[in-house]
């Protein structure tokens, strides 16, 4: 079962790359990173405490390698919808997970529009974090996407967490 998954993983792998490397990839991916500051966000992704599922996530646990090929930011863990936004930036805080990035350019996805325009109005305030466990302990995260109701009680957005007049650790 391991090596069927591992190779499962790895053709996975190779068919994104190849993707990845596509002109249309490239050109979503300019033009996204191109976008107005106005459209981005930093968000507390993933926290160690305990979510309302029952997991608790090491943070130290996640891998990356392949999520940065291919940031993508969903709404909602659609994986056959289009992508909303890219993470420009992920990076692990002791007990948290950090990431910025952008949402796409406006006009090119609707719900993209929806998601920035009700984030800038302080009503779309969390993430989750799509993954996959991995047998050595590891995570390998897939995509981040807002939602409305994240397992994860203190996956926040950093921007309304500043505007109540506390840091995340406070918080957290």
């Keep these: 079962m391991e090596k069927t998954l591992k190779q499962l993983s790895d053709d996975i792998a190779t068919e994104l790359k190849d ?8 050109d979503f991916i300019a033009k996204v990173k ?3 500051d106005d459209r981005t966000f930093e968000v507390v992704m993933s926290t160690s405490d305990e979510d309302r599922q029952g997991d608790a996530l090491d943070q130290s646990g996640w891998e990356f390698t392949y999520f940065k090929l291919n940031p993508v930011v969903l709404w909602a863990h659609d994986y056959s919808g289009f992508p909303i936004g890219i993470v420009t930036d992920i990076r692990v805080e002791g007990d948290k997970t950090i990431t910025t990035g952008k949402f796409a350019p406006e006009g090119l996805n609707p719900t993209a529009d929806i998601a920035c325009a009700l984030y800038q109005q302080g009503i779309l305030k969390t993430v989750s974090p799509g993954y996959i466990q991995n047998d ?11 939602c409305s109701v994240p397992a994860g009680r203190y996956a926040l957005s950093l921007r309304q967490v500043q505007t109540i007049g506390l840091s995340a650790r406070e918080l957290i």
């Excluded at 993707?19 to 490239?26: G, H, L, N, T, V």
Aim: aromatic share 14%; no cysteine.
């Design 34 to 36: 191109a976008a107005g």
């Design 136 to 146: 050595d302990g590891s995570r390998e995260l897939l995509e981040q996407s807002f």
């Design 19 to 26: 993707k990845f490397a596509s002109p249309e990839f490239a």
